[in-house]
């Protein structure tokens, strides 16, 4: 009879170890009955990859940049797109294996600072192998050969100098590069006065949308776009990057909204109306959004988010920076140093200080804590936006 202290369970490593090896070994099981019989091909195919959405801040360029790919073969040859391929049926033991196996094929060696998984992607027809297929010359039909391609994306955080640019040969990737997050998503960087007014304009554009005749779906956009563009900038919530171009790419607004099944830009596209921002491949571009909502979320309550974006020891200006790069919006300075190094205790004064990079005293340099990755503050941090 086992007992509430524990007093059956061996009494030591090798003791337990003795119990636990058989499950090492691969048992010799007869093959049941059901499994002779199963036919994969007997339903709807379905095929599994894993993409990985490498973002890095750059805070001498007050940047947050993106490590993208251009794809060698079809569909989407020459575009952008994340590192990333098929799951191996018998290699790969889980996606996330398989995320860091492409990202080493097709971007080169390097460490990873911080990985989540980001989102499961499985819109119908957001690969375009989905519809592959010839036309039988027996019969004169069309003969489906696709499957429907459903991926699995992981947010990676990573130091642009962590990682060699050197893809392997025979990869699908041409290249690797690294490639400003707000080239895609211009409308997210409201720093700058440009990038303002495009914000303003779309989320005009949107409203509009909203109004048009369609079948009483007209209360409920202009809800989301009230939601995710607010009335005005005050109201701006970085955080719903994804829902500002799921809008976008719903009313028509980006080119994804304008390709065939193929992935190929239609004839009509109406060009003028589209917002700037250059497309990725696939839904790659969706995932951008999905992985800058991710990003500004956690950052003010996961502390690992920023030491991975930042580096674990940082000056104060530098780790401002990079929240802004991050956040796409400007920080009160001030405001900003009392909440990550007073109020929260984020970041402690390390006792040393950094380099100096012109004229004046050298500035001190803070640490995270040793153990930053597993930390998770209990209040998040409120970050001192400045008005737009």
């Given at each position: 009879?086992?007992?509430?202290?524990?007093?059956?369970?061996?009494?030591?490593?090798?003791?337990?170890?003795?119990?636990?090896?058989?499950?090492?070994?691969?048992?010799?099981?007869?093959?049941?009955?059901?499994?002779?019989?199963?036919?994969?091909?007997?339903?709807?195919?379905?095929?599994?990859?894993?993409?990985?959405?490498?973002?890095?801040a750059n805070a001498r360029a007050g940047d947050l940049r993106a490590l993208l790919?251009?794809?060698?073969?079809?569909?989407?040859?020459?575009?952008?797109?994340?590192?990333?391929?098929?799951?191996?049926?018998?290699?790969?033991?889980?996606?996330?294996?398989?995320?860091?196996?492409?990202?080493?094929?097709?971007?080169?060696?390097?460490?990873?600072?911080?990985?989540?998984?980001?989102?499961?992607?499985?819109?119908?027809?957001?690969?375009?192998?989905?519809?592959?297929?010839?036309?039988?010359?027996?019969?004169?039909?069309w003969t489906e050969r696709g499957a429907r391609v459903v991926s699995k994306a992981?947010?990676?955080?990573?130091?642009?100098?962590?990682?060699?640019?050197?893809?392997?040969?025979?990869?699908?990737?041409?290249?690797?590069?690294?490639?400003?997050?707000?080239?895609?998503?211009?409308?997210?960087?409201?720093?700058?006065?440009?990038?303002?007014?495009?914000?303003?304009?779309?989320?005009?554009?949107?409203?509009?949308?909203?109004?048009?005749?369609?079948?009483?779906?007209?209360?409920?956009?202009?809800?989301?776009?009230?939601?995710?563009?607010?009335?005005?900038?005050?109201?701006?919530?970085?955080?719903?990057?994804?829902?500002?171009?799921?809008?976008?790419?719903?009313?028509?607004?980006?080119?994804?909204?304008?390709?065939?099944?193929?992935?190929?830009?239609?004839?009509?596209?109406?060009?003028?109306?589209?917002?700037?921002?250059?497309?990725?491949?696939?839904?790659?571009?969706?995932?951008?959004?999905?992985?800058?909502?991710?990003?500004?979320?956690?950052?003010?309550?996961?502390?690992?988010?920023?030491?991975?974006?930042?580096?674990?020891?940082?000056?104060?200006?530098?780790?401002?920076?990079?929240?802004?790069?991050?956040?796409?919006?400007?920080?009160?300075?001030?405001?900003?140093?009392?909440?990550?190094?007073?109020?929260?205790?984020?970041?402690?004064?390390?006792?040393?200080?950094?380099?100096?990079?012109?004229?004046?005293?050298?500035?001190?340099?803070?640490?995270?804590?040793?153990?930053?990755?597993?930390?998770?503050?209990?209040?998040?941090?409120?970050?001192?936006?400045?008005?737009?």
């Amino acid at each position: 009879m086992s007992t509430s202290d524990g007093d059956d369970l061996p009494a030591d490593r090798e003791a337990l170890r003795r119990a636990l090896a058989p499950l090492a070994e691969a048992p010799k099981t007869r093959t049941p009955a059901w499994a002779l019989s199963y036919r994969a091909g007997d339903y709807p195919p379905w095929a599994y990859t894993a993409d990985a959405v490498g973002l890095a801040a750059n805070a001498r360029a007050g940047d947050l940049r993106a490590l993208l790919i251009e794809r060698g073969g079809e569909p989407f040859a020459g575009c952008a797109a994340w590192p990333g391929g098929f799951v191996e049926q018998r290699t790969d033991r889980t996606g996330r294996d398989a995320a860091h196996r492409e990202l080493r094929e097709e971007v080169g060696p390097g460490t990873v600072r911080y990985l989540e998984t980001l989102d499961t992607y499985d819109d119908a027809g957001r690969d375009p192998r989905q519809f592959a297929g010839a036309i039988d010359p027996a019969t004169g039909r069309w003969t489906e050969r696709g499957a429907r391609v459903v991926s699995k994306a992981f947010l990676a955080l990573l130091g642009e100098d962590d990682i060699a640019l050197a893809p392997e040969p025979g990869q699908d990737a041409v290249r690797a590069q690294w490639a400003s997050v707000y080239a895609y998503l211009p409308w997210e960087d409201l720093r700058e006065e440009p990038g303002r007014r495009l914000a303003r304009h779309l989320a005009a554009q949107l409203r509009l949308w909203a109004a048009l005749p369609d079948g009483g779906e007209g209360e409920g956009r202009a809800q989301r776009v009230r939601r995710a563009w607010g009335g005005s900038l005050a109201l701006w919530n970085e955080e719903l990057a994804n829902e500002r171009y799921a809008l976008l790419l719903e009313a028509g607004l980006v080119e994804e909204a304008w390709r065939d099944r193929w992935g190929q830009l239609r004839a009509d596209v109406p060009r003028p109306v589209l917002a700037p921002g250059v497309a990725l491949a696939f839904d790659h571009r969706r995932m951008m959004a999905d992985a800058l909502s991710r990003v500004r979320s956690k950052m003010r309550y996961v502390p690992g988010v920023l030491a991975a974006l930042a580096g674990r020891v940082v000056t104060l200006p530098i780790l401002q920076r990079v929240v802004e790069a991050a956040g796409g919006r400007p920080l009160h300075a001030s405001n900003f140093r009392r909440a990550v190094a007073g109020s929260h205790g984020l970041v402690q004064p390390s006792g040393q200080q950094a380099e100096r990079g012109g004229p004046g005293p050298r500035p001190a340099l803070y640490a995270f804590p040793a153990d930053v990755e597993y930390a998770r503050l209990e209040s998040s941090i409120r970050l001192p936006w400045t008005a737009p």
